[in-house]
């Protein structure tokens, strides 16, 4: 049974950091890319950031790009996202993602806001 349990989400003012984790299991992880999405209220669910499987390649939304890093430890089964300078518009419930044999899985979200 695949599993995605993301934390580390919270309440930060403007240009703060968080870390936010998600653990894996009931598959290869080492194999298989990894993205996080986020969704903002009233908003459409968007795609974040991209992490090959090895984690040699990289790729970010624009708009958090020179802001947010992902990372991923395949010794823990875990693949991370760094945040800093975070603003306002970055308030959303964060998830991570993963297609298993052919079938898209999500955590069940880490909600983050950021806000004075």
């Known amino acids: 049974q695949v599993q995605l349990v993301e934390s580390g989400g919270g309440l930060v003012q403007p240009g703060g950091s968080l870390r936010l984790s998600c653990a894996a299991s009931?598959?290869?992880?080492?194999?298989?890319?990894m993205r996080w999405y986020r969704q903002a209220p009233g908003k459409e669910r968007e795609w974040v950031a991209f992490?090959?499987?090895?984690?040699?390649?990289?790729n970010y939304a624009d708009s958090v790009k020179g802001r947010f890093t992902i990372s991923r430890d395949n010794t823990k089964r875990t693949v991370h996202l760094q945040m800093n300078t975070l603003k306002p518009e970055d308030t959303a419930v964060y998830y991570c993602?993963?297609?298993?044999?052919?079938?898209?899985?999500w955590g069940q979200g880490t909600r983050v806001t950021v806000s004075s």
């Open positions: 009931g598959f290869t992880f080492s194999n298989l890319p």
């Open positions: 992490i090959s499987a090895s984690g040699g390649s990289t």
């Open positions: 993602y993963a297609v298993v044999r052919g079938l898209q899985n």
